[in-house]
């Protein structure tokens, strides 16, 4: 059988950044060691640190219970009430926020102090659109469809920004800009997704329609990999969504001659390479 693994596939660089840093930190002998959530959205890394000593803080709420230690951002970033309250608590802050969603709060930032309504291309219940709100200083959007846009309660003439999360599929923030053009408002686009975002999304789609069947490697929570699942799934009826290995059904595999793999960006490379190692042997 032909295998072909996307090149994009696994840790993008923000991912692999913060990742280090957590695990810099223990090495440095650090105690305790904190993340502010789960430092990616994969349960075998976090699994692997928490056996290390770190803690994952999940909520807000327990940050007032923590008085020493080190918390570490994760690449998602967040809101900035969140970063002056671990601050204040005399907690050492080491922020690991992707330097592309860093971007993305500094623009929020500035223009909403300017007075611009801030829109936001993404799932309003992600961990890096939650913290992008967070530090919007005026009136936030988040927007994920056409229709949302059409209804925001904004007039023509409103100073406004466009935005987007950085994981965002870009076929649809096109979509998303060309509704907001011609709504009239006065204001700009700044595209935010990223460059590695667009890459790997372009790969796998390309790789999809090349292909018998195509398995897409990562976190259930995983925005992006759930991204390019759905964008692998338009293009090759045969996509298959898995976190590991073990969740790989071989049965389908047996009437397969190529199959495309590809993995988001919070996907180690261990993974990726255990599951083009067996289907590439086991077929």
């Keep these: 059988m032909k ?11 923000g991912v692999r950044r913060a990742v280090e ?3 810099h930190q223990v090495k440095e002998g ?9 430092i990616i ?7 692997d640190l928490e056996a290390l000593g770190v803690r994952v803080i999940h909520a807000e709420e327990e940050l007032e219970s923590i008085s020493e230690g080190t918390v570490i951002v994760r690449s998602h970033g967040v809101p900035r009430r969140i970063q002056e309250k671990i601050e204040a608590r005399g907690l050492e802050l080491v922020d690991a926020t992707c330097p592309f969603v860093k971007k993305i709060h ?8 300017k007075g611009a309504a801030v829109i936001i291309a993404g799932d309003e219940s ?3 659109v939650e913290g992008i709100r967070g530090w919007a200083e005026g009136p936030v959007w988040v927007v994920s469809r056409p229709g949302d846009m059409e209804r925001l309660p904004l007039s023509a003439g409103k100073a406004a920004v466009l935005v987007a999360q950085t994981t965002f599929n870009y076929t649809k923030f096109e979509e998303l800009v060309e509704i907001f053009s011609k709504k009239g408002y006065d204001g700009n686009v700044i595209n935010t997704v990223c460059n590695a975002t667009e890459e790997r999304q372009s790969e796998a789609r390309r790789i999809a329609r090349t292909v018998d069947a195509m398995i897409v490697i990562g976190g259930r929570h995983s925005s992006n990999t759930q991204k390019l699942y759905e964008i692998c799934s338009r293009e090759c009826k045969n996509t298959y969504f898995v976190e590991t290995l073990v969740d790989l059904d071989s049965k389908p595999f047996q009437s397969f001659r190529h199959v495309g793999i590809t993995a988001g960006a919070s996907t180690p490379n261990k993974i ?3 599951v083009q190692k067996h289907v590439g042997i086991k077929f």
Excluded at 3 to 13: L, M, R
């Design 272 to 274: 990726i390479e255990e």
């Design 41 to 47: 959205h994969n349960d075998q890394v976090v699994r």
């Design 3 to 13: 295998v072909t693994v996307a090149k994009s596939a696994g840790f993008c660089f």
């Design 21 to 23: 840093q957590v695990y």
């Design 106 to 113: 500094r623009i929020v930032m500035e223009e909403s102090r």
């Design 30 to 38: 650090k105690k305790p060691v904190y993340t502010y959530g789960p």
């Design 126 to 128: 992600h961990p890096e």
